[in-house]
């Protein structure tokens, strides 16, 4: 069965960096675009990041271009989010997500905050 399983949240001061990565399984990875999405309290779920199944292209959100970069190795079924000057309303739990046959499939999440 597909999984995604996030790992690299935690807590770190504005203007610091984290790593975020995502291991899949279950499905052919090599052909399917992932993507990253964050949701913080009392708000909804968004798009931070995609990109193609052979990472030719990536896609990022207006609050978090130029600061995240999203890649992947297909060989390993990972996915990397790359979050440098972070901020403090990057604060959220940050889910990899892919969509095979209009289906989304989730992570459990990593949280990430960011605060002094």
């Known amino acids: 069965q597909v999984q995604l399983v996030e790992s690299g949240g935690a807590l770190v001061q504005p203007g610091g960096s984290l790593r975020l990565s995502c291991a899949a399984s279950?499905?052919?990875?090599?052909?399917?675009?992932m993507n990253w999405y964050r949701q913080a309290p009392g708000k909804e779920r968004e798009l931070v990041a995609s990109?193609?199944?052979?990472?030719?292209?990536?896609t990022y959100a207006d609050p978090v271009k130029g600061r995240f970069t999203i890649s992947r190795d297909n060989a390993n079924k990972l996915v990397y989010l790359q979050m440098n000057s972070l901020k403090p309303e990057d604060g959220a739990k940050y889910y990899c997500?892919?969509?095979?046959?209009?289906?989304?499939?989730w992570g459990q999440g990593t949280q990430v905050t960011v605060s002094s």
């Open positions: 997500n892919m969509r095979i046959w209009e289906v989304d499939y």
């Open positions: 279950g499905f052919t990875f090599s052909l399917t675009a």
């Open positions: 990109i193609t199944s052979n990472g030719a292209t990536t």
